[in-house]
């Protein structure tokens, strides 16, 4: 969802679309099957990392024990950033978002996840350890690699590697803060840090070099993110309305963990 024709629709039919409140039907129902009502959706940013070791690939029984071969650079550098119980460790990744209040402790606790069963139908044999549930999880940033790509079929050691990183963001995040934070940690692991394809020069001036590609950052200061407090009046109508209809099978979730393209609206429309 969103894009340019959203945003151009919203700038240019601002007073027809004014309204007091905005409901989307959009994202996943609880595994439960039960009614689902979610006040609010994380944003997200994204960066493509290229390590380089040499400016091409290079004969493994030639050159094995000399040239450093760039996928191993690339899965050191990336383990560097995520403990092994799952926790990333890059300096101030967590650090925007406050302590969940006592409401918002309750609203999560009260959603009736079962992880157990959902480990048996996904096949996870563990979960990770940077949250005590699925919920409080979807409360945090979070850190993932969409693809790694590197080397090739026969016996040559690869002189670069790429990896897509993707964080999605609660509504504290930045994106650009974000992204300065992944730059940073990669530049703390000894890498000069350059935004295009590096020449020979270039390669042979510096021990380790990456290539990062920021995404688009999004909306200022959101990323996309957006949260409605469950106290806001229209909020509580339509959670009560949806009470009347289902009763206790309504399952409220305060985040929902994609992304949903309201922040336009919230935006423009205020």
Do not use: C
Not at 34 to 48: I, N
Not at 80 to 104: R, T
Not at 192 to 202: E, L, Y
């Amino acid at each position: 969802g969103g894009g340019t024709s959203l945003a151009a629709a919203l700038k240019n039919h601002r007073e027809q679309l004014q309204t007091d409140v905005l409901v989307f039907l959009d994202g996943p129902q609880h595994p439960t099957g039960r009614p689902t009502m979610y006040y609010g959706a994380r944003g997200g940013t994204s960066l493509q990392v290229t390590v380089y070791t040499a400016k091409g690939g290079m004969h493994s029984g030639n050159y094995g024990n000399w040239m450093p071969d760039a996928n191993v650079r690339l899965a050191q550098l990336i383990s560097s950033m995520v403990d092994a119980n799952g926790k990333v460790v890059i300096d101030g990744f967590y650090s925007d978002v406050v302590p969940l209040p006592p409401g918002a402790v309750k609203m999560i606790e009260a959603v009736p996840d079962d992880s157990a069963a959902m480990q048996k139908l996904y096949g996870v044999g563990s979960t990770h350890g940077a949250a005590r549930s699925l919920q409080e999880g979807l409360s945090l940033p979070s850190f993932s690699v969409h693809l790694m790509k590197g080397g090739e079929v026969g016996g040559v050691i690869p002189g670069n590697a790429t990896a897509d990183i993707a964080m999605r963001l609660e509504k504290e995040n930045s994106p650009q803060v974000m992204q300065d934070r992944v730059v940073a940690h990669i530049r703390k692991q000894g890498y000069f840090i350059t935004d295009k394809d590096p020449d020979v020069a270039m390669l042979a001036s510096h021990p380790k070099i990456a290539k990062v590609t920021r995404a688009n950052r999004g909306p200022a200061g959101a990323g996309g993110a957006w949260r409605t407090d469950p106290a806001n009046p229209q909020a509580a109508f339509i959670a009560g309305a949806l009470r009347a209809a289902y009763g206790d099978r309504l399952v409220q979730l305060r985040t929902l963990g994609g992304t949903v393209p309201a922040s336009g609206f919230i935006d423009t429309l205020q």
